[in-house]
């Protein structure tokens, strides 16, 4: 029903356009995205739950509530434009009309995003200048340079897309994506921008990104931080003259797709962690209710213990089952079990005497699978989560220097 | 009305003796430890909120239940006794009866504890062997010893004790614990044993322990880790002849006192947290509820982003704000103050420029304070926390090899 698009992206989309510069908030590397449609697009956006909200986020958010349609996202990194006050709000609605106006757009046809450090003035006349020279740039091609100008300390460009066979024809679906600290659910330092050519309502759109968002962005923690910037925005140009409608075939076929492919960005945003060297998948079942299953899911994959153990490759099923414990979701411990692949390492009333060297192997790969099923009931979930690394803690002591 | 004494231990009160001696469940340093009292304690105890209780735990958290009089506490390190199930609890009742054998105790006159690695069967009878070793060993002196024994990858003893002067006389509360990793609220693998020889009733012994770890243990973290095996015990023999009954304001000086000492042995805990180089102490002032302030210093005292800019020095006051943000609490960002010490970084609306170099200077000690005030309202809390080093993860990654 759908597939993979190799070198896929945000531009794979029927009408999509795009392009990455440097324009000089960072040192060297590139710092400032466009992402164009020619068709009006509808939009769908998911935010932070941070209290502390940055202005261009703020702004973006209107534009998704106020039901505008949009051709532009404009992104910069290297500056988060967070905790910077009526000022920084200022700087932020600056960056969307001068993008408006060298696009022939509404100002409020172009969302705004931006990632960096937080609590410093965007120096706003670099993106005024850097328009000039990136707009010349929009390209069908221009999906990865967006990407990279995306990133703040991710080291791997993000970008993938899916062609979806509907029943009426074939759409796609691509997106780009950056983490790479600050990660946890409800949106981290996380960005994701994701395009499609089918043509969808507004309402329906908002929901399809909703039910994406909860079982892929929201799935994946690095170190347990929900930023002020995140955000994942979703439009629609319906350049491929294909409607998706609710309560259709094609709507499930859609949504599949909507959800591997944000899937797959969630977890290059887990493996690409600040310091993270594995990618770990934590499957919950056997909970009594959804909120439990998510509550464990969540608990293992934030736990320093777990992560510093599959970092050092030691099997020590005993934190897993510990941050298990303390998630305050409702089990006895005596009917757990927790496999690692497909080696079980501990079985209900703590019978299983702990292959360690086989254990050991399985976590000494990059992607492996801790899979722990509590006995209680039916209910189940999947998180994603990597290493905790001295790398990580290199990262961050000196991230401002 | 009262003072820490020097030197001061869980042995400082009247009539309470200790010892701790190697047994042979580590490989080399003590591991095992009692603390005992010549007459019939109250006792009081609080313990982990973590699911996955260890068998000991279980035991000593039914006597307390059952309002049995203690006179022992016996406690080994190297094995938490954690997950071992049917077996695991046989092996808890057998180091609870020996014990209780050769001092001439019933078995509900002794408490029993164990910290160490989950997940392994006790070696039992290295603990019957080693019985025979530490009773003859008792004494006054003997706090230290015993100290020592229940660390785990505590590099320091941890040992306080203060005199109390009450309207008919002075009492004395001394206590010793351990840490280091795995600390977080509702207990850690933190273990703290207090003792007393004021003469108190058995429910109100309770409730002065629980008044007092709220403020203390419960206000700790290294990284945000609740364990199997957490408990702090509180003993009172009456051995000094001096009553502390209810509304009197004996009452309040001995809880001030007791208040003290904890918050000491607290922060004695964070301070040799697994790689901690830095003691951090975390006012929160101006929420609108107590809880709201509670959310904001967890939030804080846990956000791994910010101990790791505290381990850089690095003055990065939008991690703090940022952490306040995802607590959950109720505030508006435009009114946080934040200070370093005496040394605002942040005031309302945003509009303080940072000195860089004296709020780096003020996070290189070893030592100080971050306040943050919220703005909305009169609610106030202290915690502390420590910075995250690289060595954290190189304890934890092998920690059991």
Request: hydrophobic fraction near 40%; proline fraction near 2%.
């Amino acid at each position: 029903m759908f597939q993979f698009i190799e070198n896929g992206s945000v531009t794979s989309a029927k009408g999509f356009k795009a392009a990455g510069v440097f324009c000089g908030i960072k040192k060297r590397k590139k710092d400032l995205a466009l992402i164009y449609s020619e068709h009006s697009c509808t939009a769908a956006g998911t935010f932070t739950l941070n209290k502390v909200k940055a202005a261009p986020l703020v702004i973006s958010q209107n534009v998704i509530k106020l039901d505008k349609s949009v051709k532009a996202i404009l992104i910069n990194s290297g500056n988060a434009n967070a905790c910077t006050g009526e000022s920084g709000y200022d700087d932020a609605l600056k960056m969307q009309r001068w993008c408006a106006e060298k696009l022939n757009l509404l100002p409020t046809e172009v969302l705004i995003s931006s990632t960096g450090v937080i609590g410093q003035r965007l120096p706003v006349e670099k993106i005024q200048i850097g328009l000039d020279d990136i707009i010349p740039l929009l390209s069908v091609s221009g999906g990865f340079d967006a990407a990279e100008a995306i990133m703040t300390t991710d080291t791997k460009i993000k970008s993938f897309a899916v062609r979806v066979r509907l029943k009426s024809g074939d759409v796609t679906i691509g997106g780009i994506c950056k983490g790479s600290g600050m990660i946890m659910p409800n949106m981290a330092t996380m960005l994701g921008f994701i395009s499609t050519d089918a043509k969808i309502e507004k309402y329906l759109l908002q929901d399809l990104l909703k039910e994406t968002v909860n079982i892929s962005f929201n799935k994946i923690s690095v170190d347990g931080e929900t930023s002020t910037n995140d955000m994942v925005i979703l439009l629609a140009n319906g350049a491929s003259g294909i409607s998706v409608v609710k309560n259709s075939d094609d709507y499930s076929v859609f949504l599949s797709a909507l959800k591997a492919v944000s899937i797959e960005m969630a977890k290059s945003i887990v493996s690409d962690g600040e310091g993270a060297t594995k990618l770990v998948t934590i499957k919950v079942s056997g909970a009594k209710t959804k909120s439990d299953s998510d509550l464990v899911g969540k608990s293992i994959a934030n736990s320093s213990l777990v992560k510093t153990a599959i970092h050092g490759a030691d099997a020590n099923w005993g934190r897993i089952l510990s941050a298990a414990g303390q998630s305050g979701a409702d089990f006895d411990p005596a009917k757990v079990s927790i496999s690692f692949n497909n080696l079980p390492v501990l079985l209900p009333n703590y019978t299983l005497t702990l292959d360690e060297e086989l254990a050991s192997k399985i976590l000494s790969q990059k992607e492996f699978e801790i899979s722990i099923d509590l006995g209680e009931g039916s209910e189940e979930t999947t998180w994603w989560t990597c290493d905790l690394s001295e790398e990580y803690v290199k990262i961050n002591a000196d991230y401002r220097t």
